[in-house]
């Protein structure tokens, strides 16, 4: 089988449980699936292996701390030119991250902190609430962690089902 589709079936087997999942059973945890499949999406942008989770899940979770920060500032914003002034403040912050090795992911970065400020602007919730439903860092947090963990899944399985190139005899 190709690795297209191999990846193909595989990520959406696993999209379709995960969709279940957070609108069934686990519903009541607030999960974003969007934010789950970006989580997945880094992994494979950071190169789609066992090194990439390392790249990715920080840089993530880096983004994700940023963009509550920048939630909360906003919180206490009244003007529009102070409330751009915070997210280039905060965008310039977690992009300087990248000058730790462990944050050197920026696009992981940028899914992080997008994904948060959206869910919080989306939703009117607060940077300072941490729960499950409804606080932006929490609900983020767990998307990406769950997402990270599909993009690795599918790619072990997807390399499973993928035909391996057959031993040419020596002459």
């Given at each position: ?12 087997v ?51 701390v ?58 009117g ?39 391996k ?7």
């Open positions: 089988m190709k690795l297209p589709v191999a990846l193909a079936l595989v990520i959406g696993i999209g379709a449980v995960i969709t279940y999942l957070y609108v069934g059973p686990l519903g009541g945890l607030g999960l974003m699936v969007p934010a789950t499949f970006v989580g997945a999406a880094s992994y494979f942008a950071a190169g789609g292996d066992r090194a990439a989770l390392a790249k990715s899940v920080p840089a993530n979770v880096w983004g994700i940023c963009g509550t920060v920048t939630l909360i500032l906003i919180g206490l914003a009244t003007s529009p030119i102070v409330i751009g002034l915070i997210v280039g403040g905060l965008t310039a912050v977690f992009i300087l991250g990248a000058l730790v090795p462990a944050l050197g992911f920026v696009p992981g970065s940028v899914f992080g902190y997008a994904t948060t400020v959206m869910f919080g602007l989306l939703t919730a607060s940077g300072t609430d941490l729960t499950l439903p409804t606080g932006p860092f929490t609900v983020m947090l767990v998307s990406f962690l769950v997402g990270a963990a599909f993009g690795y899944v599918s790619s072990v399985l997807a390399g499973k089902l993928v035909a190139p057959e031993a040419v005899p020596a002459a």
